[in-house]
């Protein structure tokens, strides 16, 4: 019996795989120009940019064709990260509801009790946490595209998993990303998240909902020392509110329970905020990354530009331009994200041995142009049929 019940069983999962393989085989195929795999209802290749079904419109624009899991907003013009978490939702209700809350419940007697300052600071920085927090979530890190065609033009078999180059006199490494078929430029780490390579990669932020990096780290720092200060504010006048509900004799708790509410959830939040906003300091201050300090890439800062440099390069410096022209029309045949990348130097990076004339092509050879992303291999295309 025992015997019968594993043969059984075997079928069964035998039975399984091979219907789950089936499936597998249904819903994907392979691209008839270029062999690039592909889902099976997709209209046209993301790879080569060949229409396959004629029922569905053919894309206009490149962020309809953009091949990472960034999410494209008002027709190309908004950049962020996929929607898979509730995080960055929550963010945005407990910055506004929590304030909300408290100028509900205390606006009219700090304004007229203690001071109106309060009340104008906290609409203050309640507005700026506002806008860097948009501009943060909703904006271009600093992606860079796919390799250009341009550029591959060596074998592939030759390409080497890292390269050595001399940035104020110290070796740093770029590695080649496979699948976004560069080499990375100093300070460029690629995001699993958003499936792309980011120049100046801090950290992909989770209650952001966004990748931090060269075009939006400004922001982030600050909004985080903003959202501190706001923080502190209304945890202020919340005491102030309970110190005189008290000298009054009366309860607090049944008084005003809004403002015990507002002075938990600020309780909560003001010794992390607080560490985050000192870290990025710090790091601001050192011209480093997080993602540079975890992983200790090299014993000696060979962007350290002085401590007044770094402070002002890196807060409130000119920023690198976009590579990501979501609204750019399609041209006849062309693929998507794939101008020739030329890794300009700005503010943060100073002057040494990186010039602002390298591309991938001093890196070596990046592959060739049928490269699938993500690891998948490249299939012949299908036999012609009779």
């Known amino acids: ?55 569905k419109p053919a894309p206009q624009y490149e962020f309809e064709m953009y091949p990472g899991k960034s999410v494209f907003l008002c027709k190309g013009r908004v950049m962020t990260s996929p929607f898979t978490s509730i995080l960055p939702i929550v963010t945005w209700v407990i910055l506004v509801g929590t304030t909300i809350m408290f100028l509900e419940a205390n606006a009219v007697f700090l304004w007229n009790e203690v001071t109106p300052a309060i009340d104008i600071l906290t609409g203050l920085f309640l507005m700026y946490c506002m806008i860097n927090l948009a501009r943060t979530q909703f904006g271009d ?42 080499y990375r430029p100093p300070r460029c780490s690629h995001c699993r998240q958003c499936d792309n390579c980011v120049l100046e990669f801090d950290h992909h932020c989770p209650w952001v909902g ?23 504010t209304v945890l202020t006048g919340c005491i102030f ?36 906003a ?53 041209g006849p045949g062309g693929r998507p994200f794939n101008r020739p990348l030329k890794f300009q130097k700005y503010p943060s990076q100073p002057e040494g041995d990186v010039n602002n004339t390298y591309t991938t092509s001093q890196y070596g050879s990046v592959g060739t142009n049928n490269t699938p992303r993500n690891g998948d291999t490249v299939a012949p295309p299908p036999p012609p049929t009779t």
């Open 141 to 182: 890190p600093g992606v860079l595209p796919r390799g250009s065609p341009d550029e591959v033009q060596l074998a592939g078999t030759d390409l080497m998993s890292y390269k050595k180059i001399k940035v104020n006199g110290v070796d740093v490494n770029v590695k080649y990303c496979k699948t976004c078929d560069v």
């Open 1 to 55: 019996d025992t015997d019968t019940d594993t043969h059984t069983d075997t079928n069964r999962h035998t039975q399984q795989t091979t219907v789950e393989e089936g499936m597998d085989t249904q819903l994907t195929r392979y691209c008839s120009n270029c062999g690039f795999k592909m889902k099976l209802t997709a209209a046209y290749c993301r790879a080569c940019g060949k229409q396959h079904r004629t029922d």
């Open 278 to 330: 000192a870290t990025h300091i710090a790091l601001v201050c050192s011209n480093t990354t997080t993602n540079e300090t975890m992983r200790s890439r090299f014993q000696k800062n060979p962007y350290w530009g002085g401590l007044c440099f770094n402070t002002c390069s890196r807060l409130f410096g000119a920023r690198p331009p976009t590579q990501m022209h979501g609204r750019t029309k399609l």
């Open 210 to 232: 966004n990748c931090i990096g060269a075009r939006n780290y400004r922001y982030f720092v600050h909004f985080s020392i903003s959202l501190e200060l706001l923080i502190f």
């Open 241 to 276: 509110r309970c110190v005189q509900l008290s000298k009054d004799n009366e309860d607090v708790l049944k008084t005003t329970p809004t403002t015990i509410v507002t002075m938990v959830i600020c309780g909560m939040f003001i010794i992390p905020i607080f560490a985050l």
